[in-house]
């Protein structure tokens, strides 16, 4: 809750007129508790989770022979049936896992310094942070996902989410309750270790989601922002992983690809990626000499 009673007492305790963000700031969280503020993930989660996938979920369902041709699965297709039995189970989980875990985690959260007063943070500040964040998120996931591959972690808890092996937008939180708790873990450890504004925590929390939602929608879109993000993973990254399946040895890093690279978790994709472009040189060379030969024919 913001110390202050009116915008005039906040300019004199900042020294300095406020920004339109940040009159926009007091004018929403005056008197708003601290608890409600960061309450307000459940509903960025839900929203994220109704609304980034639905655009390449109804590619799914009406396929369009421009789009289609970027399906990594092109084989699979998911009927509307299962996609909104998914959003169903991805909605019921927050709820009833995710909502508490976000409710109960706020003394943390208070204790950790996450401020949600004046000033707000700086555009370089966020930027800086959320880097933060996703690199320890990433490497954090790496190591929690190889435990849930492990036997016993695979068949009690993370099997749920690999019954994609075709995935979707709306299957990237589609798991076991406990493992989206488990993996929630990550995801506070960075805010923990360089606590910022709330601004800036919910910007992590959307940001990340979305991510999450881009690896598993089963299209690797030629143009996407993220193409230029340095060891960038993907959806096509992350898809091979869901193909293998349960015996996945391979591609287990949540957002880039240098762990993988580094403990060596990425042989099995590399060497399908060397041996497929082998074989479509291969095509190519053999396709262009029949073109070739049959041009040769016309004039002999």
Same mark, same amino acid.
């Given at each position: 809750?913001?110390?202050?009673?009116?915008?005039?007492?906040?300019?004199?305790?900042?020294? $300095?007129? &406020?920004? /339109?963000?940040?009159?926009?700031?007091?004018?929403?969280? /005056?008197?708003? +508790?601290?608890f409600w503020l960061y309450a307000h993930?459940?509903?960025f989660l839900i929203l994220i989770y109704s609304l980034a996938p639905l655009p390449v979920a109804l590619v799914e369902l009406f396929r369009p022979k421009t789009i289609h041709k970027y399906k990594l699965q092109p084989k699979v297709h998911h009927p509307a049936s299962t996609v909104l039995q998914c959003y169903k189970n991805v909605v019921h989980t927050f709820i009833f /896992?995710?909502? =508490?875990? *976000?409710?109960?985690?706020? =003394?943390? %959260?208070e204790w950790v310094g996450i401020?949600?007063?004046?000033? &707000? =943070?700086?555009?370089?500040?966020?930027? /800086?942070?959320?880097?933060? !964040?996703?690199?320890? #998120?990433?490497?954090?996931?790496?190591?929690? +996902?190889?435990?849930?591959h492990g036997e016993w972690g695979y068949e009690n808890i993370h099997r749920v989410h690999h019954e994609f092996t075709a995935p979707i937008g709306f299957a990237a939180p589609y798991a076991h309750w406990a493992e989206v708790l488990i993996l929630g873990f990550p995801a506070f450890l960075g805010p923990a270790i360089v606590p910022? +504004?709330?601004?800036?925590?919910? &910007?992590?929390?959307?940001l990340r989601h979305v #991510?999450? %939602?881009?690896? +598993?929608?089963?299209?690797?879109?030629? *143009?996407?922002?993220?193409? !230029?993000?340095?060891?960038y993973g993907g959806a096509e990254y992350h898809d091979y992983h869901h193909y293998v399946g349960g015996k996945s040895h391979s591609n287990f890093a949540s957002v880039f690809t240098y762990c993988d690279? %580094? !403990?060596g978790t990425d042989k099995g994709y $590399?060497?399908?990626?060397?041996? &497929?472009?082998? !074989? $479509? #040189?291969?095509?190519?060379t053999n396709d262009l000499t029949k073109e070739v030969n049959a041009i040769s024919g016309k004039y002999e």
């Open positions: 809750m913001l110390p202050f009673q009116s915008m005039g007492e906040a300019e004199a305790a900042l020294g $300095r007129n &406020l920004s /339109a963000a940040e009159v926009m700031w007091f004018q929403y969280s /005056a008197g708003m +508790h601290d993930n459940i509903a /896992a995710v909502g =508490p875990l *976000q409710l109960f985690s706020y =003394p943390i %959260i401020r949600t007063g004046l000033p &707000l =943070p700086t555009g370089w500040e966020v930027a /800086a942070q959320l880097v933060v !964040y996703f690199v320890v #998120e990433d490497y954090f996931n790496y190591w929690i +996902h190889r435990w849930l910022g +504004h709330i601004v800036t925590f919910w &910007l992590w929390m959307v #991510e999450a %939602i881009e690896t +598993h929608c089963g299209y690797d879109f030629s *143009q996407t922002p993220t193409k !230029y993000i340095p060891f690279y %580094i !403990y $590399r060497y399908q990626k060397e041996h &497929l472009a082998k !074989y $479509r #040189e291969m095509w190519k």
